[in-house]
Every structure is written in C-alpha cells, then in structure tokens.
C-alpha cells in the first residue's frame, strides 16, 4: 500500500542535529563578536584618589590651639572647604557630614606636609545663592616634636 500524502512533514533525527549545528555556529559567531566588541575597554575610576586622600587625611591630628602652643611647630597656612547645595541638588548629591568636611580639611593639611590642624570654624552658614551652605576652615601647622 502507498502511504498517502498527508501534508505533513515530520523532522528525521538527522534535521535535529543540522538545527543543533546551526545554533552551535551562531552562538560561536555571537560570543565570538561580543569577546571582540569588548577588546581593550578600560574602566576608568577615582578610587586610587580616594583612598590615598584618606590614607593622608588620617596621617593628619586636630589639635586645639592650646595643645598646639605646647609643642614646636610651623604654621603651612589657611586650609579651607565649602559644600553649596542651590534648589534640589542636595535630593541628587547628598550633604556631606561635616566630619567629611573635616577629613577634607586634613588631606589639604597633609598635601602641604603638615601633620596637624586647628580647626578655627565648621558648619552650616548662611549664603545667599545656597539652600545648604557648609563651611570649614583650619589652620595648618607641621609638628616637629610629634608626640
């Protein structure tokens, strides 16, 4: 008896392994494009900055004005920081502390070689073009005598 034409055509094992083969070359050729695509990127951060300011910061002691006059010393000048949040930003970029304020401060006394601060005044202050106004400012002084 003739088999009858049904419309049908049903895949044999050998069309499975031809689909396999495909799928196999196609996923080759796609990692193979992304592996190339990817050659050379570079990533780029300031993590080095950051961790060496907080390495010079921490290198730096407070003192207060009477604690300093007990010990020889010389004076390397003004340092000074400021936060200014206008409108908004303060919702995009948080407020630092004002400890983080105060560490900023030590890395300007550490990058002028100095291994002391007096910190003359810090907080929040009133300026007219900022909803949030930060400001600290010190005196830098290296120690020779550093007990």
Known sequence: MDKAY??????????FMKIDNIISVYTI??????????NG???????????VAKVEAS????????E????????LGEVFTSFCSVSAD???YPIPSLSAL????????????????????CGEQKYPT???????AGLAYYLKSWD
């Open 90 to 92: 303060h919702l995009r």
């Open 130 to 136: 900022c909803t949030v106004y930060l400001e600290c």
């Open 6 to 15: 049904t419309g049908m055509c049903m895949p044999t094992k050998r069309d």
């Open 68 to 75: 300093l006059y007990n010990h020889e010393n010389d004076p």
């Open 29 to 38: 050729c796609l990692l193979s494009v992304v592996l190339a695509g990817c």
């Open 102 to 121: 105060k560490n900023d401060l030590r890395g300007q006394t550490a990058d002028r070689g100095g291994n002391a601060l007096v910190i003359t005044e």
């Open 59 to 66: 290198t730096v002691d407070l003192y207060s004005p009477s």
């Open 41 to 51: 990127v570079k990533f780029r951060t300031n993590a080095e900055e950051y961790v």
